[in-house]
């Protein structure tokens, strides 16, 4: 495992932005260099320290799924080796945790499957028996799984903002309808998918959420990054009980410590002990293992 890249800093091409984990560069007209480093944010603040290998277990994960399930839908990789695109010197900062992409339009939505009541799903369904304008079964518990997945949509918030849920009408108004519904079904086919694999690996995909991209044709594509533990709330399924928040392999760990402190939740975030980076670490490393079989 290389040591741990808090920021990438690529001269050779063109830097567009820093995100919360990824720096994005152009290569040229029609694509892009996605750089995965391996910052880490907790409530929409990111913190002084990275996390090893992080990068890598989310470039790894998301490429095995963009593999699995291009039969779904086609995805925004070219298949070009990112060390191919940037100078001799600066190819240990992309091995292993970047990807060439093609450029497209993001849709401004946020693409979420949940198939298990949990997160802001359930502090909705508390206050009105529904989520995202879905009506659900009364006497649902936390983390109960659903009689069936459901698209809960959510408008991309502006950097260091929450987003936010909306109703399939408000996608619709957005979008058109026939995209919307294009939205939803691949949307619900590839959690479906995606969750079945997973829970024989051990591991319960609680939600996830996908973003999706246009082409100058209108041609969709799965873009982004997708069932990382970043991206999705994965549970042990042999910790899993309904009634309790399960422990999940994603900074939730993290998280907790955090709301020890006596921290604003505003930037700049506090350090974080030792043995508290590597217990995330380890769990990122753990969600890999189990549901591709690899290790870093």
Request: proline share 7%; net charge negative.
């Amino acid at each position: 495992m290389s040591a741990p890249l808090f920021e990438s800093n690529i001269k050779s091409l063109p830097l567009l932005g820093r995100g919360k984990v990824r720096d994005i560069y152009a290569v040229d007209a029609t694509t892009l260099l996605v750089v995965t480093s391996d910052r880490l944010s907790a409530f929409d603040v990111i913190l002084p320290d990275p996390i090893p290998g992080k990068g890598q277990v989310l470039t790894e994960v998301a490429n095995f799924w963009f593999g699995k399930l291009a039969h779904v839908i086609p995805n925004h990789l070219t298949g070009i080796d990112p060390e191919s695109v940037v100078a001799p010197e600066e190819r240990d900062q992309v091995r292993d945790r970047a990807i060439v992409v093609r450029r497209l339009q993001p849709l401004p939505v946020e693409a979420v499957a949940r198939g298990y009541l949990i997160g802001s799903g359930w502090k909705d369904y508390q206050t009105n028996g529904q989520v995202c304008g879905i009506e659900l079964p009364p006497g649902l518990k936390q983390a109960q799984q659903l009689p069936n997945a459901i698209f809960t949509p959510a408008t991309k918030a502006e950097a260091g903002d929450h987003d936010e849920n909306i109703d399939y009408a408000t996608v619709e108004e957005m979008i058109g309808v026939d995209l919307a519904a294009r939205v939803r079904e691949t949307t619900l086919r590839l959690y479906r998918e995606a969750a079945a694999y997973a829970r024989v690996r051990g591991i319960i995909i609680a939600d996830t959420k996908f973003e999706f991209g246009q082409d100058e044709t209108g041609k969709l594509y799965l873009i982004d990054e997708i069932l990382t533990p970043d991206s999705s709330r994965f549970w042990p399924a042999d910790q899993y009980q309904v009634g309790i928040s399960p422990p999940s392999f994603d900074k939730q760990f993290v998280r907790d410590y955090l709301e020890t402190l006596d921290w604003n939740k505003k930037s700049p975030g506090p350090g974080l002990p030792a043995e508290v980076i590597e217990h995330t670490a380890a769990k990122y490393r753990e969600a890999l293992n189990r549901l591709t079989g690899n290790t870093l």
